[in-house]
């Protein structure tokens, strides 16, 4: 009887790691499965170009806690590559601040719409965006000596940046 009681036992583990390994499987391969979809959804967002310009514009205009990824992002890639300018990068950085919160005061007093912000000139866009795809290329590519002719290019775009904040406020104020 004791003896009877132990195989039973033992069945009803046996039985349990049974259930537990195929109910493993099962998740694995519905994980597998349904893991491709999600990230396929994210790898087909459209890249027109007026969806490239304005969204860059305004996730960096905006969106607050993005900004400062950014600037750091760039602040160690000057600091490696082109040191000299780091103090120039830190003034830019600061000027574009105090300009977007008047931007955004303006904004809330009525005095600014969003498209004020994005009627920056032909040029400056594809300047911006032609010095955006090389500069992910030269990340890409880990491609040092382009990286440093880049950033100077970079400081070159975000100062024009400013000045245009300067010119929208100035304008509606």
């Given amino acids: 009887m004791i003896m009877n009681r132990k195989k039973t036992r033992c069945k009803r583990k046996v039985h349990e790691m049974k259930t537990g390994k195929v109910l493993l499987l099962v998740l694995i391969l519905l994980i597998?499965?349904?893991?491709?979809?999600?990230?396929?959804?994210?790898?087909?967002?459209?890249?027109g170009k007026e969806e490239t310009r304005h969204s860059y514009e305004g996730?960096?205009?905006?969106?607050?806690?993005?900004?400062?990824?950014?600037?750091?992002?760039y602040e160690l890639l000057i600091e490696r590559h082109e040191p000299a300018l780091k103090e120039e990068w830190t003034l830019i950085v600061q000027e574009r601040e105090t300009l977007i919160k008047k931007y955004r005061e303006m904004k809330k007093e009525g005095k600014l719409k969003?498209?004020?912000?994005?009627?920056?000139?032909?040029?400056?866009?594809?300047?911006?965006?032609?010095?955006?795809?090389?500069?992910?290329?030269?990340?890409?590519?880990?491609?040092?000596?382009?990286?440093?002719?880049?950033?100077?290019?970079?400081?070159?775009?975000?100062?024009?940046?400013?000045?245009?904040?300067?010119?929208?406020?100035?304008?509606?104020?």
């Avoid at 597998?32 to 890249?47: G, I, K």
């Fill in 114 to 173: 969003d498209a004020d912000f994005h009627n920056l000139d032909e040029e400056w866009n594809q300047k911006h965006q032609d010095v955006q795809e090389r500069f992910l290329q030269a990340v890409k590519e880990r491609n040092d000596d382009s990286l440093k002719m880049l950033l100077s290019e970079l400081i070159a775009l975000q100062k024009e940046m400013n000045e245009y904040l300067q010119s929208v406020i100035k304008n509606e104020s």
């Fill in 59 to 73: 996730m960096y205009l905006k969106y607050d806690k993005l900004r400062p990824h950014f600037n750091y992002y």
């Fill in 32 to 47: 597998a499965l349904v893991s491709p979809l999600s990230t396929s959804y994210a790898e087909d967002a459209p890249e």
